[in-house]
């Protein structure tokens, strides 16, 4: 692939973000995107301070490649959190869920370069102002957390693209090195990945969830939550239980009381298919098995250069 | 733009189909597609078959350039509409909302080349078997009707493109060259623009609904009415009646009572932007003016080369 403003300016090799996931993206899987090539995230989402210290410790000494952490501002531990990437020097941090002004300043003083993750025009202008260093944005078919507006990745790449000068990278639906060329034919400047690599073989996930992924078809998913925060689920028992709630108008509060507590810990990570809240995109329809990271990098590597040979042979 | 096998196939000069969409697209904004290059539709799903003939008769005098006519198969006048298709020999037919297989023999046996919609892949599979000229997949984004899977055009691009060896064209959030180019970079052979068409000089939309339309902004529109039969519209104080019937439990009942009759045309055609039934797409947010049709094109030739040449710079 190709050199662009985010490869130059985060010192990696391919304009490729592992997206940080919950349950999924630990050190290994991070350190093994970063030895590929692209940027590894550990997900600090499902972490406590103690059990992020040591991921970015186990990176630290696994690579010498640039790596990140993302955190979820809204998180209850999200403050604790961010002391420990300071104090660890990580060389990037992802914020999402809240407001890029409030730690951008700080992260920069302390050498960390700083992503904020959008989803609508509003919070990619705002995160621009804030001095970030790029911006993911994530459009309505990504997994997991999702944006309330609803707008599609290809819409955000070009309405974002008309106002925005730092590097942007595009998030969600991404399956394809022609995906990624495609993408960066319309003004990115890179990805982010996710569903991808949580179906990877460095991926912390359950083999059970990743089993799912593969044989996830057309319209497995759907995005539902949407009175206590949008989250895009893979088609199970819990889901069917949300959806039917919510098509008969349940109001937030019994959205919160059937969601529990610890329900994507007891799917995604422990493996309960049926009672597990299983948080991935609409591309799992294209994913068709388990690979290594090496192998999904290889892959996306001779699609991406195999669609850039057949452009340029257009006249 | 460029010669695909969707041009060769439907002899045009550029890989544009202008959607058919009711209340926008009469003869006048599909002759002048057709003679700027595109593949104009006349929209045949607000029509009597003897209005629908009165325009394709009109279009033929005005034109020698191909041109096409769209029909939901489910709608109430599908089968006397289409008996006036094949009377007047129109040379393209893009069917919707029904069985791809029911109809498309006899069109060739007329003579006439058939486009499939579908928005997921079962039905783009069912519409292969069935013989089609081409498919047109339709993603999430798009404006008016829409797919109950909620699959992105970004995400059906990639599935599709898999399975399916006929012509594909994209529809759904493309407002730039750009776009086309990057679909294309992932395999599309052309592409269907809807909302762009809807604000143009000559769509016979009402001059409220384009100012409207021109006037939007980032998550300006949204998909309701899926129990009786998702439809994306701008926001509006029908929208907001409908949203909050949804939101509530409101039964399929409830909302065909509240929908009630007309109500596009109220809108779009009369221009009652207050009660109307506004339809549109994302990319409804990126369209800044009213323009002709062939400044709309001129804007997406250049903007498209623009972006094959950078790609052409990469290494």
Redesign the interface.
């Known amino acids: 692939m190709?050199?662009t403003s985010f490869t130059e300016i985060f010192g990696v090799k391919y304009p490729v973000i592992q997206g940080g996931m919950v349950w999924c993206s630990g050190w290994r899987l991070a350190c093994a995107v970063s030895e590929a090539g692209g940027l590894g995230i550990i997900g600090s989402g499902s972490m406590y301070p103690e059990v992020l210290k040591d991921h970015i410790r186990k990176i630290k000494a696994a690579t010498e490649k640039p790596f990140g952490v993302n955190v979820p501002l809204m998180y209850a531990h999200a403050d604790q959190l961010i002391e420990v990437m300071i104090e660890e020097k990580v060389p990037v941090i992802i914020t999402s869920a809240g407001s890029p002004s409030k730690y951008t300043s700080r992260f920069h003083e302390a050498g960390i370069k700083v992503i904020h993750v959008v989803s609508?025009?509003?919070f990619a202008l705002k995160s621009q102002e804030a001095g970030v260093d790029a911006i993911v944005f994530e459009?309505?078919?990504a997994g997991g957390h999702n944006g309330?507006?609803?707008?599609?990745?290809?819409?955000l790449?070009?309405?974002l693209?008309?106002h925005i000068r730092v590097p942007l990278l595009a998030a969600?639906?991404?399956?394809?090195g022609?995906?990624i060329?495609?993408?960066?034919?319309?003004?990115a400047d890179g990805v982010q990945i996710g569903s991808l690599f949580a179906a990877a073989r460095e991926s912390s996930a359950h083999d059970s969830f990743k089993a799912l992924i593969v044989s996830a078809?057309?319209?497995a998913t759907?995005?539902v939550l949407k009175?206590i925060g949008a989250t895009r689920l893979l088609k199970n028992r819990f889901y069917n239980e949300v959806k039917e709630l919510e098509?008969?108008?349940?109001s937030a509060d019994e959205l919160k009381d059937l969601l529990g507590k610890g329900r994507a810990r007891i799917g995604m990570f422990e493996g309960d298919m049926e009672n597990g809240e299983l948080e991935i995109g609409?591309?799992a329809?294209?994913i068709e098995s388990v690979k290594s990271v090496n192998e999904i990098f290889d892959e996306l590597k001779s699609s991406f250069n195999d669609?850039?040979n057949?452009?340029?042979l257009?006249?």
């Open positions: 190709i050199k609508n025009l509003k459009g309505f078919e309330t507006e609803e707008t599609s990745t290809l819409v790449m070009q309405l693209r008309k969600g639906g991404i399956g394809s022609e995906a060329l495609g993408l960066m034919a319309m003004g078809g057309d319209g759907d995005l009175k098509l008969n108008g349940g609409q591309i329809g294209c669609a850039l057949r452009l340029k257009m006249e």
